[in-house]
C-alpha cells in the first residue's frame, strides 16, 4: 500500500478573511497533490483549510484539544479528541511529513518550535519571524504564495506519498 503524505497546517483559531482566503487556497492546493491536510480542527485557519481541502475532493484530519468530536469544524473528515488542550500540538506535529505555519498567534508559535525540535519540515506564510539578540534569524523558509509552500513541500516529500489529482 503506498503511504499518502499528512501535512499539518497550523494557524490561530480567529482570523481576518485575508488570512482566511489564503489558507483556503492552500488547503486546495494540498488536496490537488492528493495530500491529506492535518490540524487542529478548530474555527479561522484551521476551518478554512478544511474548506478548501474538502472543495478540492481531499482528506482532512482534526486533533482536537477537547474531548467532544463536535466541536470539529464542519470541513473536519476525521476528528480526534484528546483532552489535552495545546499538549496536542505534539501530536499534530509528529503526525505530519511536513508543516505550513500560517498567519498565527502563540499555539502556532508553539506548533513551529515544535516542528523546529523535531526536525519536521516547516514553511511559513505570512507567520512568526524568529529573533535572537535582535536580529532576524532565517531558521526555516517563507513562502510569499500557497502555491509556493505546497512547491517547497513536494520537495520534501518521498515521490511514493504524492499521488496528483491534476494529472487524471
Known sequence: MISQAVIAVIGAGDCDPATAALAEDLGGQLARYGMTVICGGLGGVMAAVCRGAKAAGGQTIGILPGTEAAAANSWVDIAIVTGMGEARNTILVRTAQAVIAVGGEYGTLSEIAFAL?????????????????????????QAQTPVEAVQWVLKQLPSHQLSSKTDA
Open 117 to 141: 525540535k523535531l526536525r519536521v519540515p516547516l514553511i511559513g506564510l505570512q507567520t512568526w519571524e524568529l529573533a535572537r539578540h535582535n536580529q532576524i534569524i532565517k531558521v526555516f523558509p
